[in-house]
């Protein structure tokens, strides 16, 4: 079962972010144009679940199919698109994960509104702490229910994401 556990900001994320992004390169080679590290752990200071999100973009996904096999020889499961067209996604770690993968087409407007999330949670440090208070309190509150904790921080993460893609455009 897996156990929804939010912590504190900690500063060797991005390091962890770097070690698996040379990896990610080293298996899909030219066909990334980009890896960036998104979600919680990629703002400094907002506390997270300790998962590490990536967000390699590429030049086309329908080839990134052909990489599951590598990919699963460094720990991780392909889950396809796992409820959003156009990305393929891959976990790592089981019950206790450690990265995810969100792999979109480079120009996938999710993939922007990825970023913008990201950035404007980074520029933005009195909202990026309301998010990191709500998800502490709701990982203690639901310690066994992640569809809980999810839907408990979902209507928040609208508003954010809301402002995010208006601050981030202009």
């Known amino acids: 079962?897996?156990?929804?556990?939010?912590?504190?900001?900690?500063?060797?994320?991005p390091l962890m972010f770097a070690e698996e992004a040379a990896k990610l390169?080293?298996?899909f080679g030219s066909e990334?144009?980009?890896?960036?590290?998104?979600?919680?752990?990629?703002?400094?200071g907002l506390?997270?679940?300790?998962?590490?999100?990536?967000?390699p973009l590429v030049k086309n996904i329908e080839s990134v199919d052909s990489f599951n096999d590598a990919m699963k020889k460094i720990g991780y499961e392909a889950k396809g698109e796992n409820g959003i067209p156009g990305r393929r996604y891959f976990q790592k770690g089981g019950d206790t994960r450690t990265h995810?993968?969100?792999?979109f087409e480079s120009g996938n407007h999710e993939?922007?509104?990825?970023?913008?999330?990201r950035d404007y949670l980074r520029a933005h440090s009195d909202t990026a702490e309301k998010y990191?208070?709500?998800?502490?309190?709701?990982?203690?509150?639901?310690?066994?229910?992640?569809?809980?904790?999810?839907?408990?921080?979902?209507?928040?993460?609208?508003?954010?994401?809301?402002?995010?893609?208006?601050?981030?455009?202009?």
């Open 132 to 170: 990191g208070n709500l998800k502490e309190s709701l990982a203690k509150r639901f310690p066994n229910d992640v569809e809980a904790y999810i839907k408990g921080k979902e209507q928040l993460v609208l508003e954010i994401e809301r402002q995010a893609i208006t601050w981030y455009q202009a």
């Open 32 to 44: 990334i144009t980009s890896i960036h590290h998104i979600g919680s752990t990629s703002v400094k």
């Open 111 to 117: 993939g922007e509104r990825h970023i913008a999330f």
């Open 47 to 55: 506390k997270a679940k300790p998962i590490i999100d990536m967000m």
């Open 25 to 27: 390169r080293g298996i």
């Open 100 to 103: 995810h993968v969100h792999i």
């Open 1 to 13: 079962m897996r156990k929804v556990v939010v912590t504190d900001h900690n500063e060797k994320w």
